[in-house]
């Protein structure tokens, strides 16, 4: 039952994310952000290795990808792009843009712009445009986790709980752990290199105090030579230490464990769906819900 629904889940997200290619394909002249079709394309890659669900094109998504890195300054990654889609059939009102967008990308240096290039939350590392290994950091395999509009990488960690925490145990402790005073969460400012954390109190004198965060200790607990994922371990004393509004929680019926996933930047806002669980930045959830009037994913609408 698990793998079926975890190959369903996949399907869904593939669909909703093909849509805009789709679009982008069929009326390329029609306003897209060139930055969500190329996250969106990227995304879709990465989810490609296995299998591609019926009705969804590799040819249509190197296409806008092909396109949308020459745009932005990923030059070596459209020219990656373009060579695919050389060794691709695809439709022939595509032909002669691929033909000529690949002689014009090799007047480009062979370089993608480092503004780019995401970095993983858990280990800082700066990792490339696509990963053999799919949508997850090359150094400690972190799965990144999107913003389900504009598919950028938000700053989200997964952790799961220690064997012996139930989701029900971990929930309590969460609501009852002691969130630090909004006024000084406005003040921190977090220095993430070393793990440390410094308190800077904003009008006071300028103290500074170093405060270690349990979590972020946690984060560096991966194996560099291996090739295993191996995520975040949290236990009862760590999940105390955290605000329970920097914690998002997806919760799946029985016998699926809920998932939980922890915000590395409180001061990037950070929107979940409460009927499918997507995540959003809140700015791209708000538009769309004004827009559409429901979840761009789920279509579902929030009573107020
Ligand atoms: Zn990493
Ligand atoms: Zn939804």
Same mark, same amino acid.
């Given at each position: 039952?698990?793998?079926? +629904?975890?190959?369903?889940?996949? !399907? ?5 994310? *093909? ?22 394309? $990227? ?16 040819? #249509?998504?190197? *296409? ?11 030059? !070596? ?28 990308? =090799? ?54 709980? /220690?064997? #012996? ?14 969130? !630090?005073?909004?006024? /000084? ?8 290199? #070393? ?10 004198? /300028?103290?500074?105090? %170093?405060? %270690? ?36 929680? =997806? ?33 791209? +959830? ?12 789920? $279509? ?5």
């Amino acid at each position: 039952m698990l793998p079926k +629904f975890y190959d369903f889940q996949r !399907k869904a997200d593939m669909y909703y994310a *093909y849509h805009s290619i789709q679009r982008y394909t069929d009326e390329p002249f029609t306003s897209h952000l060139p930055e969500a079709l190329f996250n969106i394309s $990227r995304y879709l890659l990465h989810q490609m290795h296995d299998n591609i669900p019926h009705g969804i094109s590799k040819a #249509g998504t190197l *296409y806008a990808l092909a396109k949308q890195s020459k745009n932005l300054g990923a030059y !070596k990654l459209a020219r990656y792009a373009y060579e695919k889609l050389q060794n691709t059939r695809v439709p022939p009102r595509f032909q002669e843009a691929v033909d000529l967008g690949s002689i014009i990308i =090799r007047s480009k240096p062979f370089l993608d712009g480092e503004e780019l290039l995401p970095m993983c939350y858990r280990c800082s590392t700066t990792n490339p445009l696509l990963n053999n290994g799919g949508s997850q950091c090359i150094n400690c395999k972190q799965p990144f986790v999107h913003s389900f509009v504009s598919f950028e990488v938000l700053p989200l960690v997964e952790f799961v709980l /220690e064997s #012996g925490i139930t989701d029900e145990e971990a929930i309590q402790i969460l609501d009852l752990s002691i969130p !630090k005073e909004k006024k /000084e969460e406005k003040n921190w400012q977090e220095s993430r290199m #070393g793990n440390m954390q410094s308190l800077r109190l904003g009008d006071e004198a /300028e103290e500074e105090i %170093e405060e %270690e965060d349990p979590f972020s200790t946690k984060l560096m607990t991966f194996d560099q030579e291996s090739t295993e994922f191996r995520p975040v371990i949290v236990n009862r004393n760590v999940l105390k230490t955290m605000s329970r509004a920097d914690v998002y929680i =997806r919760k799946w019926p029985k016998p699926l464990r809920h998932q939980y996933f922890r915000s590395l930047l409180p001061d990037v806002t950070i929107t979940m769906c409460p009927s499918c669980s997507k995540l959003f930045h809140t700015d791209d +959830f708000e538009l769309q819900y004004l827009q559409h009037g429901h979840c761009p994913f789920c $279509r579902h609408k929030i009573e107020s």
